[in-house]
């Protein structure tokens, strides 16, 4: 017997999850099957590699000494689609990803475009929701990825930035500081704020970079808090309050004269949007090439 990848991937996931049964569910495999796989790599080496209880599956020291190696492995395919997906350009299959409001709602729309001109055989299937959403799906195995505004710390989800934003400052056209071209950061929090709801991505960049400022976001005088970035635009521009959003979000609405976008020169709201996946799982050559796509374009001449 020959030692193959498909052996040490079924071994990491079942180390890196703990059960035979849960590692069958991410693979979507058996039980008997993951069971029988893992076996057979124990019969290539000759050696023990898990300890097997009631409870539990704990490495064996063989089992501990052959995790990075099998680590390195999945490292290695992915490297390896990465750099083939530049060259599949007659690519078939289905992309299915999570993603958070503003990425789902104005950004990605503009980019799906002409990723689907160059991979017109690519099904795009694209589920807008809220970060803590999207990790769920990820891990019940019902998306392949996801798309988020905000960093996120689990111990089985890779994080990668693939994307660059910037949040800029947003008032109406008869507002007072609408004349302005910019406006010092300790101005703005003299005025009303309408924002979006507390966790949300936008929120939290905003926040951070306030406190870098050594600004107290509990002082901002907070008169709304919206599920979504339409419902923060439309309050904003009826008047209601002055708000942080995405410059791509709003640019519609600024070349019609709705809303006016000022600098801040003393403050960067700029921030990363991340890709994440779990590190056990091996995307989809399509879902690889849409990652591919984002990191190698030049993205700002569609948004």
Known sequence: MALNFHQLHIFFTVAERGSFSAAAQALHMTQPAVTMQVQSLEDYFGTKLLQRSTKRIDLTEAGRALMPYAQ?????????????????????????????????????????????????????????????????????????FGLIEAPVNHPDMHM??????????????????ADRESVALEEVMEYAFVLREQGSGTRIVME???????????????????????????????????????????????????IKMIKIPDANFQRQFYSIYLKSALLPISAVTFLTFLRERDLQQWL
């Open 72 to 144: 390195r492995s999945i490292d290695l395919i992915r490297d390896t689609d990465q750099a083939m997906s530049l060259f599949t350009k007659q690519l078939k299959g289905r992309l299915q990803l999570g993603s958070s409001l503003t990425i789902g709602e104005y950004i990605l729309p503009r980019l799906l475009g002409p990723f689907g001109q160059e991979y017109p055989h690519i099904a795009i299937s694209m589920k807008v929701m809220n970060t803590s959403q999207i990790m769920e799906d990820i891990l019940n195995h019902q998306l392949n």
């Open 160 to 177: 990668e930035a693939v994307m660059s934003d910037e949040l800029r400052l947003i008032v109406s056209k008869d507002h007072p500081l």
């Open 208 to 258: 951070e970079q306030l406190k870098r400022k050594k600004i107290d976001p509990a002082s901002m005088k907070i008169v709304m808090e919206l599920g979504s970035t339409g419902a923060v635009k439309s309050a904003v521009e009826a008047g209601l309050g002055i708000s942080f959003l995405s410059a791509s979000s709003v640019k519609h609405e600024v070349a019609l004269g709705l």
